[in-house]
């Protein structure tokens, strides 16, 4: 059985940083590449970056291009989210993907 799990989210103020985790299992790991995407109540998901799976390759959004630092660990079948310089519009439930699965999200909030 595949499964994601996401934790690392929580409040911050905007500025501040999180770094988000995704430990998988039942996958390819290290022969797959791995996203991150949000939503926010009554929107879509949202992609924002992915990795290929021996990452050297990554994308980036514009809207967290250069704020944000995807990575992987294929000794640990994680990937991870980095995020700085976080703005309350960054706001919403984080997945990761891969393998054509999703993890069950982890929250992330952002005050003025």
């Known amino acids: 059985q595949v499964q994601l799990v996401e934790s690392g989210g929580g409040s911050v103020q905007a500025g501040g940083s999180l770094r988000l985790s995704c430990v998988t299992s039942g996958l390819p790991f290290g022969s797959n590449a791995m996203g991150w995407f949000r939503q926010s109540p009554g929107k879509d998901h949202e992609f924002l970056s992915a990795i290929s799976a021996s990452a050297d390759n990554t994308y980036y959004a514009d809207a967290v291009k250069g704020r944000f630092l995807i990575s992987r660990d294929n000794t640990k079948n994680t990937v991870y989210l980095q995020m700085n310089r976080l703005r309350p519009e960054d706001t919403a439930v984080y997945y990761c993907?891969?393998?054509?699965?999703w993890g069950q999200g982890t929250q992330v909030t952002v005050s003025y």
């Open positions: 993907n891969g393998y054509a699965t």
